[in-house]
């Protein structure tokens, strides 16, 4: 195997495991979404959305 090869092989071993990382996370998430932001755990409830 010339190092091209090798190369092209861990780039790809790589993309698969952040992919399957992120489609576990995905899956794993008991309240909202998986993405990390922090935007699913905010309380709006006592927003008013009738003030202006």
């Known amino acids: ?8 092989f861990l780039l790809f071993v790589a993309a698969a495991f952040y992919i ?6 995905g899956l794993k998430s008991k309240n909202g979404c998986a ?6 755990g905010v309380d709006l409830s006592n927003i008013n959305p ?3």
């Open 1 to 8: 195997m010339d190092i091209q090869t090798i190369i092209v």
């Open 20 to 25: 399957g990382k992120l489609i576990y996370n």
């Open 50 to 52: 009738d003030k202006n």
């Open 35 to 40: 993405n990390g932001c922090g935007k699913c």
